[in-house]
Each structure stands twice: as structure tokens, then as C-alpha cells.
């Protein structure tokens, strides 16, 4: 079992930064893939971002794609989530997500956190 818990969120100005961050506990992370989603009101969740396991290879929404960088921490079990140029329709509960394997995955997430509000005003 894997306990994850995000941290970071918060209100914004559109066209300002934000970086979230997910540790996790109870084992080490070093074979798990790791990524965010995020949930806007009255919307799906959707895939934000994914990295593998040893942090070489990641990937983005097309949404998110230039603006977002995702990375990870073995040593400390952290994954982060760095947000620069956040835009109004940023505004969602972003979660953060693990899963077995070796490579980048936009699914099949089995662990969950609960979540922490991004708010980006005009």
C-alpha cells in the first residue's frame, strides 16, 4: 500500500508560477511510475503529466505542454510538479498518482492522493 500526500496549492494570479509536491510513504518508489491529474469543477479528471521511474523520460497534455515540468525525487519518495504561465482554466484539484512499471503511463494509476486546490485567478 502506498500513501500519497500533496502539498503546494493554493490561489495564483494568471501568468504566475506554482510548484506541488507528493510524498509518499511507506515504501520506496524507485520500479513505480508517477504522475498528476487534476479535476476541474463540474469536469473528468484528466491526465496532467507522467514520468517513469528513474525521472529520464516524462509526458505532458497537450494543455499543459511548455508550461508544466515534472520531476521526481527517489531518495525522498517526492514527486513534483513545477507550474509556470498558469492560466484561468488551470483552476482544478490536481492529484498526484502512482503505478508499477518501468515506463511513462497516462493510465492505470493505482494509488491516489487526496488532492490539493490550484485556484489561478484573472
Known amino acids: 500500500q502506498v500513501r500519497l500526500v500533496e502539498s503546494g496549492g493554493g490561489l495564483v494570479q494568471a501568468g504566475g508560477s506554482q510548484r506541488l509536491s507528493c510524498t509518499a510513504s511507506?515504501?520506496?518508489?524507485?520500479?513505480?511510475?508517477m504522475a498528476w491529474f487534476r479535476q476541474a469543477p463540474e469536469k473528468v479528471r484528466e491526465f496532467v503529466a507522467g514520468?517513469?521511474?528513474?525521472?529520464?523520460?516524462?509526458v505532458y497534455a497537450q494543455s499543459v505542454s511548455g508550461r508544466f515540468t515534472i520531476s521526481r525525487d527517489n531518495a525522498k519518495n517526492n514527486v513534483y510538479l513545477q507550474m509556470n504561465s498558469l492560466k484561468p482554466e488551470d483552476t482544478a484539484v490536481y492529484y498526484c498518482?502512482?503505478?508499477?512499471?518501468?515506463?511513462?503511463?497516462?493510465?492505470?494509476?493505482?494509488?491516489w492522493g487526496q488532492g490539493t486546490q490550484v485556484t489561478v485567478s484573472s
Open positions: 498518482a502512482v503505478r508499477e512499471g518501468n515506463y511513462v503511463y497516462r493510465d492505470g494509476y493505482e494509488y
Open positions: 511507506s515504501r520506496t518508489l524507485s520500479n513505480y511510475a
Open positions: 514520468i517513469n521511474w528513474s525521472g529520464g523520460s516524462s
